[in-house]
């Protein structure tokens, strides 16, 4: 079997790439990657001489580069489409760049894709696109789509475009939407990887507004299996949400991050709101749990010691990105980013 992932040098794309090499011995990897400020190749590097794996530095908004890797590197099975632009700070300061890839380059990809009658085609989403809930309640999979940021409208765009390719086109189309990931490799612009490694220089940790806005957090492993528990035996046409059940306030979470890093509580400082700020959101995944037999495996207090252990032990990898050596890497490599 020969699959196309996209994004896989980012957070979940490089976990979901090292999984597959490791737990399905008959699949092979092409991952499409345009290498953007997210990207990082040392996410990969232990497995970038696998000849099971390999890497296109290709934008899913360029047509004809990804007609090139569907035409010379076919018959391609599936696609697991992760390629996205995916920080919502960044879509308030501008969307376009969120449109663009995640409205276009779906669409793009989507009938590439199809042209070259691919099998399959995952569409990975969040649950932020079911905007945002009061105090109580899960989102279910008919919960009607009504994001409130640039970033979230872009991805229920996408989600939309994928749907209407199996309305319209019989494209054997499936959607995930997972909740809150964290854990190791996750860009350090993300509330967890933010706090743990401001804690970790002795910075403070910014909670925005009174800090009671509410995330269900998943470990990254897990959503990775659930993914491709989809991928093989989820329904065309169908959605699968994903979530931990398990929801923290970001107040919680930064409470539970400084007692893990021995830090005092004044390391929290509360900072301005985020415009538009999504309260709370909460997934009913009782679907992919009953239909497919998937559960969260990793309980959050192991997931989290495990996720401060990994940027206290790599303090390379994110000091590059936070002081922006990484891109001098990159630029003498490969090129302007
Ligand atoms: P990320 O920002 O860490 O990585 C995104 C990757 O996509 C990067 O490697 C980047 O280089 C690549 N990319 C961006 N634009 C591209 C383009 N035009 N062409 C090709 N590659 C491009 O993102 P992530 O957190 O790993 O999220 C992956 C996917 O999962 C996204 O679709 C996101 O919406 C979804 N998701 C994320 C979360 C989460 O908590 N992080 C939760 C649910 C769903
Ligand atoms: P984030 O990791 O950006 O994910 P998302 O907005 O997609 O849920 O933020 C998670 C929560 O943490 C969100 O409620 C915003 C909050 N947050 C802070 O309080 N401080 C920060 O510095 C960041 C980045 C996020």
Same mark, same amino acid.
């Given at each position: ?48 001489? +696998? ?43 501008? &969307?376009?760049?969120?449109?663009? #890839? +995640? ?32 105090? #109580? ?42 909740? +809150? ?8 612009? $993300? ?7 401001? &804690?970790?220089?002795? $910075? ?29 035996? &989820? $329904?065309?046409?169908?959605?699968? +949400? ?79 990105? $936070? ?12 090129? #302007?980013?």
């Amino acid at each position: 079997m020969r699959i196309v992932v996209t994004g896989g040098l980012g957070f979940i794309g490089s976990h979901l790439v090292r999984w597959i090499l490791q737990h399905q011995p008959q699949v092979d990897i092409i991952n499409v990657d345009a290498l953007t400020y997210a990207g990082n190749l040392e996410n990969l590097a232990d497995i970038a001489d +696998n000849p099971r794996y390999q890497w296109q530095r290709i934008s899913i908004t360029d047509r004809p580069g990804l007609e090139a890797v569907f035409r010379d590197q076919g018959p391609i099975d599936a696609v697991m489409h992760l390629a996205a632009e995916s920080h919502v700070d960044r879509s308030i300061q501008s &969307g376009v760049p969120f449109v663009e #890839t +995640n409205v276009l380059g779906t669409q793009i990809l989507l009938e590439v894709a199809r042209n070259a009658g691919v099998s399959r085609f995952l569409q990975v989403s969040t649950d932020e696109v079911y905007g945002s809930l009061g105090g #109580t309640g899960s989102f279910v999979e008919h919960t009607p789509l009504s994001p409130n940021s640039p970033y979230s409208a872009s991805k229920a765009g996408s989600d939309l475009l994928a749907r209407a390719a199996f309305e319209t086109y019989g494209q054997d189309v499936v959607i995930t939407r997972c909740s +809150n990931n964290y854990g190791p490799y996750q860009f350090p612009e $993300k509330l967890i990887p933010l706090f743990i490694t401001n &804690g970790l220089d002795g $910075k403070s940790l910014p909670l925005y507004g009174d800090g009671l806005n509410v995330r269900d957090w998943l470990y990254v492993e897990d959503h990775v299996r659930a993914l491709w528990m989809v991928l093989n035996q &989820g $329904k065309a046409g169908e959605v699968y +949400n994903i979530g931990g059940n398990n929801e923290r306030s970001n107040r919680e979470v930064a409470q539970t991050l400084v007692s893990l890093m021995h830090l005092p509580e004044t390391a929290i400082v509360p900072v301005p709101d985020r415009l538009g700020h999504d309260r709370r959101y909460a997934i009913d995944s009782s679907k992919i749990q009953e239909t497919l037999g998937w559960r969260p495996e990793t309980p959050w207090e192991q997931g989290l010691a495990l996720t401060v252990q990994w940027y206290r032990s790599r303090r390379a990898w994110w000091e590059s990105i $936070k002081n922006g050596t990484y891109k001098d890497y990159y630029r003498d490599q490969y090129g #302007t980013l």
